[in-house]
């Protein structure tokens, strides 16, 4: 069975850019996540999905950042504009998502993001 | 809230040598979940194990295994007979019932197994 797909696996860009960072999650989980993971501040979930509608969106750093799933197999995590800052390696993971805490999430290999 | 604190950020060790990474919590919740991810050098993430709340017995897994103490909020993790394969970045999370489905990471322990 097919993982987490993420997709650019890498990216550079110029401070100003807009970045778009994509996510299929593995078939039949309901619940999407949107991990950020830095030196100075470890693995933070930005922003999760249940049935495509975002649940918990308090780790999204400031408005230049947003997500979208459009439907069960797909999302996006945008910024815009982008900032040297936001370098870092971004996760997409998902889950069965019944409602439970228990389901365990599944990552994705990650977007390593440069802005320079 | 919750949190998950790794004290040790880096342990190097030989190879065969047993290690121990320690993993302590804190929650107020009395239905929690408890997880190992590795990160090995190539970076992706991944899924060890996962215990519940209710279920304090030890788990087994080959070379790995736990040992979940809740008088003490510890899930601590022993490679046995260590190798050079296991050299990763080993994270401790923690989701509560009540926190939905937010994992709460620890900082991460650096393993180097040393040949």
């Known amino acids: 069975d097919a993982g987490v797909i993420q997709s650019p696996r890498h990216e550079v860009t110029e401070m100003g850019q807009e970045v778009t960072l994509r996510c299929k999650p593995i078939?039949?989980?309901?619940?999407l996540f949107w991990y950020r993971q830095t030196m100075m501040r470890g693995l933070e979930l930005l922003i999760y999905?249940?049935?495509?509608?975002?649940?918990?969106d308090s780790g999204m750093p400031e408005d230049r950042f947003s997500a979208k799933m459009p439907n069960a197999s797909f999302s996006t995590l945008k910024i815009q504009p982008s900032e040297p800052r936001d370098s870092a390696v971004y996760f997409c993971?998902?889950?069965?998502?019944?409602?439970?805490?228990?389901?365990?999430?599944?990552f994705g290999p990650g977007t390593r993001l440069t802005v320079l | 809230a919750q949190k998950v604190t790794q004290a040790q950020t880096e342990i190097s060790v030989v190879e065969k040598e047993d290690v121990t990474l320690d993993c302590v919590y804190e929650?107020?919740?009395?239905?929690?979940?408890l997880f190992w991810y590795k990160q090995p050098p190539s970076g992706e993430l991944v899924f060890l194990i996962r215990?519940?709340?209710?279920?304090?017995q030890n788990e087994i897994s080959g070379r790995y295994s736990w040992n979940f103490q809740k008088s003490t909020s510890s899930f601590n993790f022993t490679i046995t007979a260590s190798q050079v394969v296991d050299s990763a970045v080993y994270f401790c999370?923690?989701?509560?019932?009540?926190?939905?489905?937010?994992?709460?990471f620890g900082k991460g322990m650096k393993l180097t197994v040393n040949p």
């Open positions: 993971a998902s889950s069965l998502g019944r409602g439970r805490a228990a389901d365990t999430q599944y």
């Open positions: 215990r519940n709340s209710f279920d304090e």
């Open positions: 999905f249940n049935n495509n509608v975002p649940i918990d």
């Open positions: 999370a923690l989701v509560t019932q009540g926190g939905s489905e937010k994992l709460v």
């Open positions: 078939s039949g989980h309901n619940s």
């Open positions: 929650t107020r919740d009395t239905t929690y979940y």
